[in-house]
């Protein structure tokens, strides 16, 4: 397969990052994606690090209010019914991600796959106690949980 068909292909894979897919296939290894693609992103600076945390949509946020969102983002929110918040989650999910941004200076995120409202609720409670440091490598496997589940979707179509 050429770079630019997989690029196309797994360039989302890591969101709004197709520089891991671009790396993996500069390696010439493809025999397993998943831990070639943790490897490239944990191998990576901090600050490519924090731009790929950056890359991710907050939940509930304005992208995906306004169709922003990636397709595969907007599968995994609609998926753990975050298109169908009460109003009274929705503007918890929006105190709670100013608040985690502030704090931490990057969207909360989580591998949404098999939770529902409340379980993402509850870890967005639970993380936002977090140190900054304890914080910024829970995100990061977090990113690589969701890049896993892509990769088995990606997969399965």
């Avoid at 010439?28 to 950056?54: F, I, N, T, Y």
């Avoid at 409340?118 to 995100?139: C, H, P, V």
Wanted: hydrophobic letters at 40%; one cysteine or more.
């Amino acid at each position: 397969m050429d770079r630019e068909k997989f690029i196309d292909i797994y360039g989302g894979i890591y969101e709004h990052s197709p520089w891991v897919a671009a790396k993996v296939w500069q390696s010439g290894d493809r025999a397993d994606l998943a831990p070639l693609m943790k490897a490239v992103v944990e191998a990576s600076g901090r600050e490519e690090k924090l731009a790929l945390l950056r890359a991710h949509p907050t939940l509930a946020g304005r992208a995906a209010t306004s169709g922003e969102l990636s397709r595969e983002s907007a599968k995994e929110q609609r998926g753990a019914g975050l298109d169908q918040c009460s109003p009274e989650e929705f503007q918890e999910l929006q105190d709670l991600n100013a608040a985690y941004s502030k704090k931490f200076g990057f969207p909360f995120i989580i591998a949404v796959g098999g939770l529902n409202r409340s379980d993402i609720l509850r870890n967005f409670r639970m993380r936002i106690k977090n140190t900054a440091e304890n914080e910024f490598t829970t995100a990061l496997k977090e990113v690589h949980k969701i890049a896993k589940l892509r990769l088995a979707a990606l997969s399965k179509e």
